[in-house]
């Protein structure tokens, strides 16, 4: 009988040595708070004012010794912190961004687990304490949502029922299925950002950031409950040359493992944020506050943000000129003709310059002579930017970079990546640094979301990654561009830049767009188009309309060019997703405001205290009386407007607005 007590004695604080710990830690104005749970596994939550966001949500790393980050992790030892500083930048959507957050790093054994709190959202991240390199066969990233909310779902477009592999090579274009949770297609993966309706109408976006040397991570819902997991792409093991144009590294088979890891590897930022208003997702910065700054003593002062005259969406269409237009000097002078006497300080020399099919950039096509196209456009201030198949570039970047850049080209757009498993994530961080070395600005297309490579590599100029105007070339009428246009800027943009390609003339009302490859046309008014430049973030920005449309409409033009890339102030005004948009930017003493609306017609009133103390000149661009039947129409205006009015803003269907406003 006593050795039975002795026992259960015993016993006792062994139970509750292994009871679950819980850390918390709270945003800088106290509304956010995450609550970890360390015991048998680590599990996290995060509440709003009280109310629940995500429940409890498990987290590990698997790797391929058998061992785990995040199960049975053992004893934590806590460390906390808070940080209240200036980011500075010239080459973003503000001169000064406010980097506030509260810290707790919980340190294990093998490896440390950092959550971050700002007012804006959370995010956490593994940091390995291996001294030798591992390998990660898996990674548990839940997000366990209280109830069936909605979300705005960007699913992969290509999928099939035989599992994942299809659906890791994709181009990260999509328009958003709007469902309940319980309604998403287990057979299909979505890539991020993704947003999920929360109570009270506040949203939550799903994101990563620092994301350098890693798989990017999709989100899946296996079994139509409430819990998102992340899903990764395994290690490429064999790739082959294939897709557009041979230009595409096909992957034939992948590792058991998910990436291969340095010792002491930093891993990605899981972003959480949480907006009360879905305005404020237009103006979130946390992507760019999370990601590695630049080396300390590198000079990018030599990045030069700017509008691009860009031949392929306008098909090399030309009329007017007594030549036959397409991928030839002749075309290419006439381009830079238009974009030096309009102040546009890029030429982009799309597909079609190097010979199809080789996947070798120094192969030029005889109709091109690119030493006499740089010295034509030196002597006239613009610069040439090169579009580059993703193999042709990769296959001898050094070569590639610093042949062109000798020969005085600015820059490449970079194409058909359309993965971001480690291998190609790591492509981009080689491209970066590169293209660094010999002063050339990247633009990268057929890629995933932005992660804050723009910050870590400021000659990362853009990304593309959006359904953007492009897909009007041939999508059917049933698409609605229109609707995605003021979706975007609450979720896709909240990555980072993006490269929409707008600015088109020739515009289409609801029921009259028609795909047509040679002279394409936008969905919505014209003022819509001109609203895009103010709205969408976009430090190297195309014209994406023929040189001879453009000349036929000099007052949209003028405003066109005249809209700055990057801005010194960014104002989330007002908006709603999926319905409307409405945004002010600054840049010196000029503001700038662009709204757009959906399929509604649609009155907002603008407070102006943003402006600040004196009298001001608004230049307005309105729809017309008629631009719901005819897009094009629009009105040029003017009025004086101070801090303490406002400004009526009157769109139509699928219209927008634009306003420069000058200090008189």
Known sequence: MKKMILLAAAILPLSMAAAPKQYHLSSPDGDLGVTVEVGDRITWSLSHCGDIMIGESPVSLSLEDGSSYGIAPGRAACRTASADRIITSSLYKKAEIRDHYNEMTLKFRKFSLIFRAYDEGVAYRFVSRSEVPFKVTGEEATFNFPEDSRAFVPYVKNFDDNGFECQFYNSFENTYAHIYLSGWDSRRLAFLPLVVEAAGGRKICITEADLLNYPGMYLHNPDGGTVLEGVFAGVPDRVGQGGHNMLQGEVRSRLPYIAECNPGEVFPWRVVIVSEEDRELTDNDMVYKLAAPPQEGMDFSWVKPGKVAWEWWNDWNLYGVDFRTGINNDTYKYYIDFASANGIPYVILDEGWAVRGEADLMKVVPEIDLKELVEYADARNVGLILWAGYLAFDRDMENVCKYFSELGIKGFKVDFM???????????????????????????????????LHRTWPNVVNYE?????????????AVDQV?????????????????????AMRNASKGNYRPVNSEPMSQGTRCRQLAEYVVFESPVNMLCDSPSNYMQEKACLEYIAGVPEVWDETVAIDGKIAEYIVIARR???????????????????????????????????????????????????????????????????????AARISRK
């Open 587 to 657: 840049k010196g003493d000029t503001w700038y405001v662009g709204a757009m609306t959906d399929w509604s017609a649609r009155c907002v009133e603008v407070d102006l205290s943003f402006l600040g103390e004196g009298e001001y000149q608004a230049d307005i661009f309105c729809d017309g009386a008629n631009a719901d039947r005819a897009a094009r129409d629009y009105r040029q205006t003017s009025a004086e407007v101070s801090a303490d009015g406002k400004l009526r803003i009157e769109m139509a269907p699928g219209g927008g607005y």
């Open 483 to 503: 609707t995605y246009d003021v979706t975007i800027p609450f979720i896709r943009m909240v990555a980072g830049p993006m490269d929409y390609t707008q600015g």
């Open 465 to 477: 990654g959006v359904h953007g105007l492009e897909q009007m070339k041939w999508s059917s009428p």
């Open 418 to 452: 359309d993965r971001d498993d480690q291998k190609m994530v790591a492509f981009h961080r080689r491209a970066a640094e590169t293209a660094a070395r010999y002063h050339l600005i990247l633009d990268l297309h057929g890629t995933y979301k932005p992660t804050g």
